[in-house]
Antibody
Framework: QVFLQESGPGLVKPSETLSLTCTVSDFAMSSTYNWGWIRQSPGKGLEWLGT???????YYNPSLVSRVTVSLDTSKHQFSLRLTSVTAADTAVYYCTVGPNLYYFDFWGQGTLVTVSS | DIQLTQSPSSVSASLGDRVTITCRASQGIATSLGWYQQRPGKAPELLIYLASDLRSGVPSRFSGSGSGTDFTLTISSLQPEDFGTYYC?????????FGQGTRVEIQ
């Protein structure tokens, strides 16, 4: 059974760094899985942010590549999202995802709302 | 980036109706397309991948077709649990992109 749970601050100030963590079940930490983040906002719909490939390479959305980092901590059964220099446009529901390939998003967390506001 | 355009933006249908949603890609993507269902307040769920392959556990009333730039998701007989918003997603190239969604309402 695959279980994912996002955690992190629900409110971030403009220009600061958004940091979220996804805790995953044992199965989802399989060495052949891939771990990523997607966000959803009313204005931009569903937006893929990045995926950490099990081979060790991370793939990022070019529109965010200078600000986004996805990292993995297998010992803690967690992976993380870091988004720097946030603005109001980064306000969204953030989902963590895992899956056996880089193509589709098989399993999702429940999502966590992050609001960027002073 | 590959743009995906879904139509219609919303559809209202009765139980038992056949519902068809289309997704058009801005360039050819072979069969590298997935479909997701999102119920209100929930995360999207993958239904179909590779344009027409049904994910394990997904009811057989869902089907997908198409290749190149034009794709279709069909619900053969609409059920109460099928309400929600449906999204297509291309897996042909990075960045992965989604359509804007089609809202399905039960009359």
């Amino acid at each position: 059974q695959v279980f994912l749970q996002e955690s992190g601050p629900g409110l971030v100030k403009p220009s600061e760094t958004l940091s979220l963590t996804c805790t995953v079940s044992d199965f989802a930490m399989s060495s052949t899985y891939n771990w990523g983040w997607i966000r959803q906002s009313p204005g931009k719909g569903l937006e893929w942010l990045g995926t950490f490939y099990h081979g060790g390479t991370a793939y990022y959305n070019p529109s965010l590549v200078s600000r986004v980092t996805v990292s993995l901590d297998t010992s803690k059964h967690q992976f993380s999202l870091r988004l720097t220099s946030v603005t109001a446009a980064d306000t969204a529901v953030y989902y963590c995802t895992v899956g056996p390939n880089l193509y589709y998003f098989d399993f999702w967390g429940q999502g966590t709302l992050v609001t960027v506001s002073s | 980036d590959i743009q995906l355009t879904q139509s219609p933006s919303s559809v209202s249908a009765s139980l038992g109706d056949r519902v068809t949603i289309t997704c058009r890609a801005s360039q050819g993507i072979a069969t590298s397309l997935g479909w997701y269902q999102q119920r209100p307040g929930k995360a999207p769920e993958l239904l179909i991948y590779l344009a027409s392959d049904l994910r394990s556990g997904v009811p057989s009333r869902f089907s997908g077709s198409g290749s190149g730039t034009d794709f279709t998701l069909t619900i053969s007989s609409l059920q109460p649990e099928d309400f929600g918003t449906y999204y297509c997603q291309q897996a042909h190239s990075f960045p992965r992109t989604f359509g804007q969604g089609t809202r399905v309402e039960i009359q």
